[in-house]
């Protein structure tokens, strides 16, 4: 089956050496504290690219559709971090954060202004960590029967945010190849 167009939290079968009910505990913190640190990427880059693309059908989307969601998404990985007694690392968050602004120095084929290879990269960065975290979501879906505080989750439902998320980003980062590559 084709994991692209697999149904969200589909399982597959294990290899046969593996015991596909244990996931070792230890690492679901270091999981989790990754993606939360991603998250804190994404949420950084989605507005700086929404401030940089202000006053174009771009920059709406991503002010008003997309950041309010990278930004909810973040906060339910947290609540989710939380309810499992898990706090943020907080080098991994500030590594995150510090990272993002380093990105801007990047060179980008102009000197001082904004460039169309700047927003292509913007784009393809979102929608590289919206495919991770569906990845986390189809993931956590898979072992939430192994834990209670994550049976009541809906974590499909946030798959399939995550996949409507990618769709609708897809137009505008196609439109900005376009424009950067000509």
Known sequence: MDVSTAPACVRF??????????????????????????????VQLARRA???NAGTELGTFLADSLLPEIVDD??????????LGLRPSRGKVAAA????????LKPNGELR???????LLELEGLAAGIEGKRALWLA????????????????????QRAQSQRDRLEQFRLVAAAEALR
């Open 13 to 42: 079968a294990a290899p046969a050496k593996e015991n596909p009910l244990t996931v070792p505990a230890r690492l679901l913190p270091i999981y989790l504290n990754d993606h939360f640190a991603g998250a804190t990427f994404g």
């Open 50 to 52: 929404s401030r940089r």
């Open 74 to 83: 973040r906060r339910t990985l947290r609540m989710l971090m939380g309810r």
């Open 97 to 104: 954060s510090f990272t993002e602004k380093v990105g801007r």
């Open 113 to 119: 202004r904004y460039s169309p290879l700047s927003r």
């Open 140 to 159: 956590l879906c898979e072992v939430r029967d192994r834990d209670r505080r994550l049976a009541d989750v809906d974590f499909s439902g946030l798959a």
